[in-house]
């Protein structure tokens, strides 16, 4: 999964995800989709959205997944959030470690949304029947 971490990401240790919310104010006056809480204000979500609203998606924070762009969560894409929300239950362990070697899979990349104008303000995984990505 592709994701954006912050200065406040941590860089070590063993958490017990806990809570979990659909959609979630976040620090900055954004919206989250599909948090689920791993330790205190650190939290895995979205990528942030303007308002709790699908078409509302903040996209020139989508192009910087993959690099350093939040305030410590990790953003991550509507489909790798909600999958996580879905299948990691209060317990299930996040284990964070910091490592310039990327593993055998390699570091994934994001194909940029800004200069679609007309999709733009949507996450082009988001499987929301409303859209546009998905006509």
């Not at 954006?4 to 860089?11: E, L």
């Not at 995984?125 to 998905?134: E, F, H, R, V, Y």
Request: aromatic share 12%; net charge neutral.
């Amino acid at each position: 999964m592709i994701c954006s971490c912050g200065s406040a990401t941590p860089q070590s240790g063993t958490y017990e995800i806990s809570s979990k919310y659909r959609w979630l104010s976040l620090f900055g006056n954004v919206n989250g989709q599909y948090s689920t809480r791993i330790v205190n204000h650190i939290l895995f979500h979205s990528v942030p959205y303007l308002e709790k609203s699908p078409d509302s998606l903040e996209y020139w924070e989508y192009d910087k997944l993959g690099t350093t762009a939040s305030a410590g969560c990790i953003r991550l894409k509507v489909e790798d959030a909600k999958w996580i929300y879905d299948n990691c239950t209060s317990g299930t362990k996040a284990e964070f470690y910091s490592d310039i070697n990327p593993g055998p899979l390699g570091k994934p990349s994001i194909i940029p949304i800004s200069s679609n104008k007309s999709c733009r303000n949507w996450d082009p995984t988001d499987l929301n029947k409303n859209n546009p990505w998905n006509k």
